[in-house]
């Protein structure tokens, strides 16, 4: 069964502290991509990964890193220097035909 | 210049009636336009999408119509149904070297009537 997994659904972060968000795809895509969901504000972009070892930038990067050591995961920091982190996190991957498909998304919550 | 203005922010249509929402942009350099559906705490879902070389694309009861000289697409949902009740996100792909980064609108909040 192929697709992208994120774990976990919800997030609770104290003051001061990093946490992980989780993404796997088992679709063999090279692309994966972070983006951050307010409302009304539409999805916006953290980070992307063309290829493993290698990552960029997105529109909001302040506050967050990310690794891509492997193929099929693509995790995403939150630190404790993103001051106004409470927003839905989802994760996508993108075809070689350039369609992108998303995870079931994270919501992150500051206790 | 990377914006991405949709319109409206919500719509509430009857059961059987048709759901239009536009989208329009600025950025020429954009050559892919999806449009995703969402429902609530759910991942955005690929619906249909269009490239700038053709004017409609119809898939099911979904059509993307495609305006390149006005910089704008629309969606249109024929035959509403209760179940389309979601919210729509357009969307629009430049190309930045191979980077393929897309620009979303803000979204539309649609609402089918019984």
């Known amino acids: 069964d192929g697709g992208i997994t994120q774990s976990p659904k919800y997030l609770f972060r104290k003051e001061g502290q990093n946490v992980t968000l989780s993404c796997e795809q088992n679709l063999n895509h090279d692309a994966m991509y972070w983006y951050r969901q307010d409302p009304g504000q539409g999805l916006r972009l953290i980070y992307y990964?063309?290829?493993?070892?290698?990552?960029q930038k997105g529109d909001i990067a302040e506050g967050y890193s990310v690794s891509r050591e492997k193929k099929e995961s693509f995790p995403l920091t939150v630190t404790s220097a993103q001051k106004n982190p409470t927003a839905f996190y989802l994760c996508a991957s993108r075809t070689s035909g350039g369609s992108q498909y998303f995870g079931p998304g994270t919501r992150l919550l500051v206790l | 210049q990377q914006q991405v203005k949709q319109s409206p922010q919500s719509l509430i249509v009857q059961k059987g009636g048709i759901s239009i929402i536009n989208c329009a942009y600025e950025n020429t350099a954009f050559d892919y336009f999806p449009w995703y559906q969402q429902f609530p705490g759910k991942g955005p879902a690929l619906l249909i999408a269009?490239?700038?070389?053709?004017s409609e694309k119809k898939e099911g009861r979904f059509t993307i119509s495609f305006n390149k000289s006005a910089k704008q697409f629309s969606l249109h949902i024929m035959d509403s149904q209760p179940g389309d009740s979601a919210t729509y996100f357009c969307a629009a792909r430049g190309n930045t070297g191979t980077a393929s980064k897309l620009t979303f609108g803000t979204g539309t909040r649609l609402q089918v009537t019984l």
């Open positions: 269009i490239r700038p070389d053709v």
């Open positions: 990964s063309q290829i493993v070892n290698d990552f």
